[in-house]
């Protein structure tokens, strides 16, 4: 059989991923309705009607920094009002960036002026608030996809370390955390036009279905799954933050 025209090439993908009943659609029809379900089918070698999770997280993480890059949207996950946590800010609000003090923790930005006398951070110390915005708007936006990505292994720790009794293998955590953050990076992109009420509410479905999503996959009663939940989601936001330091005293410093 000789090699496919373009045309065809374009059909296939067409008839695998954007059909209804493609492998995109399935894929996201279980990550978004059905928490845990997409992990414990691809653990169980169920795999040939969905995506594989790498797979997915990339096309999601291309698809939302996109958006972000084109729109100017805000990444976070808002709790109550425009407090909660901040993966980027691209649009001028008030900004986390300044001495305001917005999300949760303190200001990584402050603390690296506070603490640093690099000569990166004395450049940007004598810039006005305006610059300073678009100097980390312009240079923050390059790394976050990464910064995010990164944080995928870390989760797959965390829940190793949370639920190492399980004998589950790390390679199992890190299809969990794939499938996690990226159901994450898609309510961060949901949210970044919602009004306030509207974004908390879907801020504490993300977190009432990380739970079940983890009672699905790792079993445990409910109350067992609610305080290893919350742990994990305690640590993994404390990850963030000293990551979103280190990753402002690289852009700051150097």
Request: no cysteine.
């Amino acid at each position: 059989m000789g090699p496919r025209t373009v045309a065809e090439f374009f059909n296939g993908l067409k008839a695998q991923y954007l059909n209804p009943q493609g492998l995109l659609w399935q894929t996201l029809w279980r990550l978004f309705f059905s928490p845990g379900a997409l992990t414990e089918a691809y653990v169980a070698g169920r795999r040939a009607r969905y995506l594989r999770p790498l797979q997915l997280y990339l096309m999601a993480s291309v698809v939302v920094f996109a958006m972000v890059q084109i729109f100017g949207l805000n990444l976070e996950l808002r709790l109550f009002g425009e407090q909660g946590i901040h993966f980027l800010r691209s649009s001028r609000m008030v900004s986390a960036d300044e001495s305001h003090p917005h999300g949760i923790g303190l200001n990584p930005v402050q603390i690296v002026l506070d603490h640093s006398d690099a000569p990166g951070v004395q450049r940007f110390r004598a810039l006005s608030p305006e610059d300073r915005f678009s100097f980390l708007r312009a240079h923050r936006a390059q790394y976050v996809s990464y910064f995010v990505l990164f944080l995928v292994p870390l989760l797959a720790l965390t829940l190793g370390l949370f639920y190492r009794g399980r004998r589950r293998r790390y390679a199992e955590h890190l299809v969990f955390g794939l499938h996690s953050q990226t159901f994450f990076l898609f309510m961060l992109l949901a949210e970044a036009k919602l009004p306030a009420m509207l974004a908390d509410a879907m801020s504490f479905w993300v977190l009432a279905y990380f739970t079940m999503a983890l009672k699905r996959v790792y079993g445990g009663t409910w109350i067992e799954t609610m305080v290893r939940g919350s742990a994990i989601f305690g640590l993994y936001f404390a990850i963030i933050s000293v990551m979103n330091l280190l990753l402002v005293f690289f852009l700051l410093a150097f």
